[in-house]
């Protein structure tokens, strides 16, 4: 069952601007959420102190975050799906807001185009992805119509994306910390027991908390937490850093369906990963084999980036495209209307 984290609080936020020492901290912890204040200190050059001050003052205000959510790339930590929704007229945000209270919805976009949302969905298996997908649909009022598209890979997505505040030495010294990615998982390591379950529900919230409090909310010792942490994100969690929108310098966001032949597929996917506006790209089974989420500047450059990638690719065709009005909800953070946090439903287990 999902429990909703009181409102952060974002009374003050207004009042809060990024100078470079903010988007100095929140590049190194994009590069390493759980990287330690000293070394983002020396790194900044400045007070480890200091450092941690200002993210905490971001994060009170809702603009900036750690989340820790399933590692998407291996089907057997989690089976996702991208589903387009149609609603009755005027129904739209109604119908969102019914989606964010379910764990096993992360993200939700409210859209222009051919569909009014587009959401994200994760569950362990096929059938249980298409058991969620059907109760959830058919229990909320104002779901006209349904399209689910399963993912069959995820070769980039946001945990990715890089404020570009750092020059390359410090860069450099921020990678050589992060701990390495192990192997991929045995059908074994791939279970979760009840200690893993309830620490990937503490990261969601807040993906720095310390081994003292994760201790202390779980019943356990910090040096069995330190290698469960440890242990978890090197081979089935992913962490990420993100930062409101609006302050990233990219306000706008937009959706492309996209196909290319089947032989271009990864050749396409590896060119995407290296495009800047390029947020997240899913490999996806139906009409459409692309779903590319991107960031953007300015509205004209909704067409002007499709263009871009037609140049880049020529054999990709983009069959649609869809401007999002709000993120609602982003790996289970809910936003409000200047995309800051405003609460979190905590990510579920998939296993469960």
């Avoid at 984290?5 to 759980?34: N, T, Y």
């Avoid at 271009?264 to 084999?289: D, F, H, M, W």
């Avoid at 809910?334 to 296993?351: A, F, I, W």
Wanted: include cysteine; glycine fraction near 6%.
């Amino acid at each position: 069952m999902s429990r909703e984290v009181p409102p952060l609080g974002v009374q003050d936020s207004a009042a809060v601007q990024l100078d470079e020492l903010d988007r100095g901290v929140v590049h190194a912890l994009q590069i390493h959420p759980r990287a330690p204040w000293k070394l983002v200190g020396e790194v900044l050059g400045v007070d480890p102190v200091t450092a941690a001050r200002r993210w905490h003052r971001l994060a009170r205000a809702g603009l900036a975050w750690v989340t820790a959510y399933p590692r998407l790339s291996d089907p057997r930590i989690v089976v996702t799906a991208i589903v387009e929704v149609d609603t009755e007229p005027g129904a739209a945000e109604d119908v969102a807001r019914a989606f964010a209270k379910d764990p096993a919805v992360p993200n939700i976009k409210l859209t222009a185009g051919g569909r009014d949302i587009v959401v994200a969905v994760q569950a362990r298996s096929l059938d249980e992805l298409h058991r969620l997908t059907t109760s959830l649909f058919q229990r909320t009022p104002g779901v006209r119509a349904t399209r689910t598209h399963v993912s069959t890979g995820v070769p980039t997505e946001g945990s990715r994306w890089r404020l570009r505040s750092l020059d390359d030495l410090q860069t450099a010294r921020i990678e050589a910390s992060v701990p390495p990615v192990a192997r991929p998982l045995s059908p074994d390591q791939a279970h979760w027991d009840d200690l893993d379950t309830q620490l990937l529900e503490l990261l969601s919230v807040d993906g720095r908390m310390s081994l003292r409090d994760l201790a202390a909310a779980t019943g356990t010792s910090q040096t069995t937490l330190r290698r469960k942490v440890q242990s978890l994100v090197s081979a089935r969690l992913n962490l990420r850093c993100d930062l409101a929108r609006p302050l990233s310098g990219w306000p706008l966001s937009a959706v492309y369906f996209a196909s290319v032949p089947g032989q271009y597929v990864e050749q396409t996917t590896k060119v995407l990963t290296g495009v800047r506006e390029v947020r997240s790209c899913a490999i996806t089974a139906g009409p459409y084999n692309l779903v590319i989420d991107v960031w953007l500047r300015e509205l004209r450059d909704v067409h002007a980036f499709e263009a871009h990638l037609s140049g880049r690719i020529p054999h990709l065709t983009v069959a649609d495209r869809s401007v999002v009005l709000r993120t609602l909800k982003h790996m289970g953070r809910l936003l409000d209307r200047d995309g800051r946090c405003v609460g979190v439903v905590p990510l579920r287990n998939p296993h469960l």
